[in-house]
């Protein structure tokens, strides 16, 4: 199964990248890119998501819809 998941990305003064999101407020990531932010964000987010089930806690509905992808965007370094 596969889900999308809105997240926030904010660049800190240090230069590193810190993704949240309102959909799974348990989901604080900071890279050193934003590549490598949003990898830790979605590796994150799944063990969030085993968590709740390993613990029997109500799973976010985030994990539950499903949404149509319309469009997406990607980080892409420019040197």
Known sequence: METLLQVDIEEL???EYLVTSHDL??????G???AEALEIAADLARK???SYKDR???VPPIFTQ???LKKASIP???P
């Open 13 to 15: 003064e240090n230069g």
């Open 25 to 30: 407020a348990d989901l604080i990531a900071q």
């Open 32 to 34: 050193r890119t934003v």
């Open 48 to 50: 969030l998501y085993e």
């Open 56 to 58: 029997e806690l109500p």
């Open 66 to 68: 499903s949404k149509p």
């Open 76 to 78: 892409v370094n420019i």
